[in-house]
């Protein structure tokens, strides 16, 4: 199994990017998905999950809600994260994470997933 995120890069405060995970070794749809979000020093934090198993739940950590956006092209294999109005503290390695469609764990856990990508670094200037 393997997950390449794409997308980051430098933008300013206010702006958007568009990050992008392809997946192969696995369906799509039989996969739940999750974006996990690092600063160096600080714990990961997940910000934004994306049922699989024929469900359409998505889940947003409080810091992303109503500016973020998770969604997935089963037919492309492929999951992606919108991020609007950027701010500074959106400063952070974003990884693309995979893992069993149902979990004991909460749904923005980063201790619950199989399959990680290598990151894609996000870096918002004020």
């Known amino acids: 199994v393997q997950l390449q995120a794409s997308g980051g890069g430098l933008v300013q405060a206010g702006g958007s990017l568009r990050l992008s995970c392809a997946a192969s070794g696995l369906k799509l749809a039989n996969y739940a998905f999750a974006w996990i979000r690092q600063v160096a020093g600080k714990e990961r934090e997940g910000v934004a999950y994306?049922?699989?198993?024929?469900?359409?739940?998505?889940v947003y950590s409080d810091s992303v809600k109503g500016r973020f956006s998770i969604s997935r092209a089963d037919d492309e294999n492929t999951v992606y994260l919108q991020m609007n109005s950027l701010k500074a503290e959106d400063t952070a390695v974003y990884y693309c994470?995979?893992?069993?469609?149902?979990?004991?764990?909460?749904?923005?856990?980063?201790?619950?997933?199989?399959?990680w990508g290598q990151g894609t670094h996000v870096t918002v200037s004020s």
């Open positions: 994306s049922a699989g198993g024929g469900r359409s739940t998505t």
């Open positions: 994470t995979a893992g069993p469609p149902y979990s004991s764990s909460s749904y923005l856990s980063a201790n619950r997933w199989n399959y």
